[in-house]
């Protein structure tokens, strides 16, 4: 429980620098756009080519992946459908909402949790991997073609996924583990160095966008942002836990991981995503927000009654 607490520490200590230098209006106002831009396109691939390059394959594809993919997928389509069939919003819209709700922070909190609280960076792997190679391709497809008015041939939209950066990168990292690859230090030392500044300068650009607003405000789709938080606080966790102990029959270490994963707050590249096709930007913040605070005593729970 400790881990966790110093984990959201850190966080939000960085996510406070952020709000301040927003703040004090020292970067301009186009800095949020250039920031997200340079984070989307060069920084996070390096980050997700490292950290997927290094884990263990054996780790990677196991039953946690399927617990932490099914968990993820009931969770978007939970919201999806509520979404378009109930509050009626547009597909963009939809979709930024749903990944809200299921698409957890594997990086920027996923590993300081898997570190101070599961003892191991790798088990964040497998959402990782999955996120990155089949939710995200997923969800940017229809994020490409919802936003751009046209679909175009049907190879075009099959080829999209691999022309994202951030899947791009993520694929090669997966590559070099499943095939065991030994890269020279001096070839991977510099995608270390770049991928690095990713994971602060996400949190300090979210900070910034915090400047001036206020949570849950009239007639900024309340509904969907609350929705979105009960769904990823609340009944991923359940899910995982439900799948993992009654379907894949786990019990201990591996069914404690899985359910702290899916008690991850929302990650911050969803609101990446939000600026990035301009869609969602105030729903992805504001649950990015509520969750990242509820997600502690979550987690806090979830270790009191699962931790071996």
């Avoid at 831009?37 to 390096?46: A, D, E």
């Avoid at 890269?183 to 900070?207: D, K, S, Y």
């Amino acid at each position: 429980m400790q881990g966790v607490l110093i984990g959201f520490a850190i966080i939000g200590t960085v996510i406070l620098i952020g709000y301040l230098t927003g703040r004090s209006g020292v970067l301009g106002d186009t800095a949020p756009h250039v920031i997200s831009r340079f984070t989307f396109f060069v920084l996070s691939p390096c980050l997700l080519f490292t950290v997927l390059a290094d884990s263990d394959v054996h780790v990677l594809f196991s039953s946690m992946l399927a617990v932490s993919s099914i968990a993820a997928v009931l969770a978007c389509l939970l919201f999806l459908g509520i979404a378009l069939l109930v509050f009626r919003r547009s597909l963009p819209e939809a979709v930024i909402g749903a990944l809200s709700a299921g698409y957890v922070n594997a990086n920027n909190i996923g590993i300081p949790v898997a570190v101070y609280v599961l003892g191991d960076p790798a088990w964040s792997a497998p959402v990782i991997l999955f996120q990155l190679l089949v939710l995200a391709p997923i969800a940017l497809t229809v994020l490409d073609v919802s936003t751009n008015g046209r679909g175009g041939p049907i190879w075009r939209i099959l080829l999209k996924p691999f022309t994202n950066p951030l899947i791009i990168g993520s694929a090669l990292g997966a590559l070099v583990a499943i095939a065991q690859l030994e890269i020279p230090a001096e070839i991977m030392e510099p995608f270390r160095i770049v991928g690095a500044a990713a994971v602060p300068l996400v949190l300090i650009n979210f900070g910034m966008s915090l400047h001036g607003q206020r949570p849950l405000a009239p007639g900024s789709d309340r509904r969907d942002v609350l929705l979105a938080t009960a769904i990823k606080l609340a009944v991923m966790p359940l899910i995982a836990w439900l799948f993992g102990r009654f379907v894949f029959g786990m019990d201990g270490e591996q069914l404690f991981v899985v359910v702290v994963l899916a008690a991850l707050p929302t990650a911050q590249n969803i609101f990446v995503y939000a600026q990035r096709y301009n869609h969602g930007q105030v729903v992805s913040r504001d649950v990015i927000l509520l969750t990242t605070v509820g997600a502690v005593p979550i987690l806090v729970g979830v270790a009191a009654l699962l931790a071996v």
